[in-house]
Structure formats: C-alpha cells, structure tokens
C-alpha cells in the first residue's frame, strides 16, 4: 500500500514552509515515532514584517512504513499541498500507482537547533 | 448636544520656551473621536529662556519632541481653521506654546461635569536617535531610536516610570500600534511615563542587562578599544553594514537604561524623574545559549533576524571573538535572580516579566516517542512550560511579578491571538496592558 505525506496547512495563516532538515533516507523502514522533516514556518511570507514571525515544526510518523521517495531537501520552500515523500508497507512495492491516503503522522512545535538549514545561532 | 472647545493646556519647562509645530491632525473634520485617544500632535522644541546653559542642554539627545493631544470627551471633531500649516510648518516648531488657543471643537452628548473637557489631555513624546542621522518627519515618533519614551499626568502629579526592554511581545504591548504608547495613554488613569528601549541590535536578555548593571567606565573603554583593535587590524575594508551594525553594538554596550534619568516638561513644569519603578521584560528572549566574549567576558545576543544587517566582517568577530555559552533552565533562573537582586539594589526598580506561551494549537502530538528526552531540547511548548515554572518559582522567591500571557492567550484562543507564540493580536495586547496598568497602580506587595 501506497501512503504520502504532504506539507498541510499546519498554521492557519501559513502559505508554505521551508525544509530545515530531513532525518530519514529513501529505503529506510521508518518505526512509528521516527522523525522525517523538519520545517520552519515563516508567517511574513504572506504578511510582510520586520519581525518575522517564524516557528518551527517537526513531522513525526504515527505508524511503520517504509521510505520510498523524499521529494525535499534543506532548504527548500514549500508550499501548502506540496508532496513531501511516498512510503510502502511493502519495499519493493512498485510506486506507479495512486496513494491510498495520507501517511498518519504528528506534527510538533520543536525549538530551532544547529543542524537546520538556517544554520546556527550565533 | 453641547459644543465643546479644546484648548491647548498649560505645558511649561521652566528656564525655556516651548515652541510648537502646526497642527498635524490623525481624525479628519467631522470625524468621530473617543476621549482619551489623540486626535492630533505638534513637533515641539525647547529654546533657552535667558543665557545659554553650561554643558549639554536638557533634551539635546533627544531629537525627537512631539505633543499628541486627545479629547476629554468623545464626540464628533470640528477642527477650527489655519492650525494646520503644511509643510516644513507642521515639522518645525514655529509658534509658542499658548495654553489658551484653541484648535477645534468637539460636539458631543457627555456632559463634562469638572470643567476640564475643554482643555486637551497631552502625551509629550521623546525619541532618543540612534544616530542624529535618522531625521525622519513622517508621523508620531517617527525614526530610529535606541530610547522612545512618552509621559502624562495632570497638573501636580509626578509620572511613575516603566521601563520596556523587551522583545515584540513586549514591545507590541507597551508601545502600541502606532508605536507612541498611545494605547498606554488612553488606558492609564494617573500620571505615567512609558520609556522603551529596542531590541537592536543587541536583544535585552538577562545577562546582558546584568553586564549593563555591573559594567564600569573602564571596562567600556576596554570594550570599545579591543573592538577598535580588531577591526583596525583587518586587511580588507569593512562595509558600511559592518560600520552601522558596529555603532549601534557600542551604544548599547555604553548605556543602562534602568538607571537612566529623564526629564520632562509637563503641565507644572519641568520634572527631573528618577530611574525607572518598574521595568518589564520578555521571557521569551532569554536564549538556551549565549555568546560571551572570550577575553573580556561581556555578553552579546543579536537575534536571528538582527544578525542579517551585520556585514561580514561583524559576523565573522561574532563568530571567532566569542564563545558560546549554555544557557539550562537553572542558569536563566540564576541570572534572574541575581538581575532582581541588581535592581533591588541599584535603583529599587520591581521587575515585571512576560511568560512565554507555552501551548500550541497548531501541533497534534498523540505520542512522544519520536523526541528525544529531554523534551524541552526539542519541543517549544515543554520548554515554554518549564520556563514558566522557573519565573513563577523566581518570582515566589525573589518577588518578581509574572504578567500570564500564557494564560491570557489560552484564555481566548491561542491559534487565533499569538499565532506564532509571540507576535499577539489587538485584543490579547490589550489585555496584557489592563494587567500592567493594573499592577503599576496598585501598591506593592
């Protein structure tokens, strides 16, 4: 069975995130609590401020599947809607076929740390 | 209905002469306008009475004097000809001040029963440049400056004084939405002064404003001649980022703003005002980890989104000039502790602080085994909780007051008010201003 996981409308005023890291690789088969992506919401990307009102989210899986595809790297923007990756029960299972539904994960507020693509606090 | 006239008021300083801009007027004729919110302002200057005083004059480091003026009663505006005088004639201060003129009227259904409604309530407003270069002339305290301050109070009344050094949570509250605590004035029912001082470019956290606290001459001058030093040695030019970004750093380093004076023209004259009673800061911009200089061991925290108008020659000193210092939650409660006791001592100022939101709507954690313990390394709102706990423990020992915008938020919607965790919305800022307006009036524990 095919599943995939989209970037979703994680904050109401959200028009898209940005990739900070990516904690898993194609063929991995991921346990339930295994992390994917982190991403960081930036609001001023669709209200312009000086302040920016960024926030930081960790994609974690609620169930086992196997990594097939990760379509995103650091760095990357993304918007609402946008394919994130595609996961298997199966891993040879052949991918060319619709996805049955959406992949069942956890979405977390976590705190900005050195290994994200926007890099370190100084 | 009853037409009342406003008249300006009586404001003095005494040795000078208060001069006013024309009029530059924030309702339009025929508008309606609430008591309390003003409806206008005037650039003002102070000129020397007699002979020209020894030393830097009173106000010489604020370049930016503005009167804003509000009804007394709400009702709809009339405003009374040949006040506005356009151009440089709203910007320079051209005309003495005149407590009896009178610059509009106001049609309204209240019946004023003191006698006062037809004198305008003032907010006298102070913006200290970050360089004299910033002459911006485009509104209420307009420019950039690395102290704002506004102040009011009836004839005979001496403001008490808040401190804001804060981050936007913070700064949203106590200045407002045009910047110029003009909320804070309408809200507040005594005499208050309202002094703010911004994040940039080095952010107001604890062991920076215990470094200001401690720090003497000599050690400044030590400061500012390592950083001379090092950027003197350079073989490649530094940018006009790096000059601006550099400027800015030694200001902040050189002042305190908790000990700072101020003076202030009001309606009975000019009044010297003490350092601040209370002064309020934001939990949430106190860092996990901070840098500290390496040699001279002062403390440097530039924000993310401050860092990026440093030019390359500052973040490259950042970087190697300092180290990065820890920051778990026990050492943020020390530092609280020791900045309480610091205060207590110097000026006797009581410390308010802002809590941290610390749920998220925008999260559906159904399990925690995908963070790594401890959870407050990773998840924002575990950290926010233990923060609060900590200031809540600080201020049960060390009598510290904690304004709960944590539960303020959560009181009316988290998702919908502080959509980020810190930047709020109109209706949760004021209501974390009624909680700071009521906890300044009310007597100390």
Known sequence: ?122 | MTLVPLALGPLEATGFRILRSGVRWLVADGQWCEKDRPIGYFNVSLEPAGRLPVGQPRFADEMDLQVAFAPRVSGRLKLDDGHDRGGYLNIRSIEPWDPAARIAHVETGEAPDDGTATTLRLLMLAGRRMTALADVHSGLLPGWHSRSRGWWGEPGETPRTLLSLGVCDVAGVVLGGQAAFTEMFEMARGALQMVHVPDHPIAPCVPILIDQLERTPAQYEAIARDIHGHFGALADPLTADDWIFLGAVLAVLKNCPIRDRHDAFTSGGLQQLGPAEAVILSLAVEPQSILRHRRLGYHMHVMRHHQAAAGPAVRSWLASAFETVKRPVEAIRRDYETLVDLVRKQTGARIMCLNRMSTSGHEDIASYLGFDAPLSDTLSTVAAKEMNVMLSEVAASHGLDVIDLDAAAAEIGGAEHVPDGIHQSGLLQTILRREILDLLEAPRA
């Not at chain 1, 974690?60 to 097939?68: Q, Y």
């Not at chain 1, 996961?87 to 994200?116: C, K, W, Y």
Request: charged share 20%.
């Open chain 1, 1 to 122: 069975m095919i599943f995939e996981v989209s970037l979703g409308q994680i904050v109401p005023q959200m028009s898209g995130a940005t990739v900070e890291c990516v904690h898993a690789r194609p063929g991995d088969m991921l346990a339930m609590g295994s992390k994917l992506v982190d991403l960081s919401v930036d609001l001023s990307r669709a209200f312009a401020q000086e302040c920016p009102p960024v926030s930081y989210y960790r994609v974690v899986l609620r169930e086992k599947a196997c990594l097939r595809a990760l379509t995103v790297k650091p760095g990357e923007a993304l918007d609402v809607g946008e394919l994130v990756a595609l996961f298997s029960t199966d891993p040879a299972e052949p991918l060319d076929q619709t996805p049955e539904r959406a992949l069942r994960t956890t979405v977390a507020g976590i705190m900005h740390h050195e290994n994200m693509f926007s890099g370190q606090q100084l």
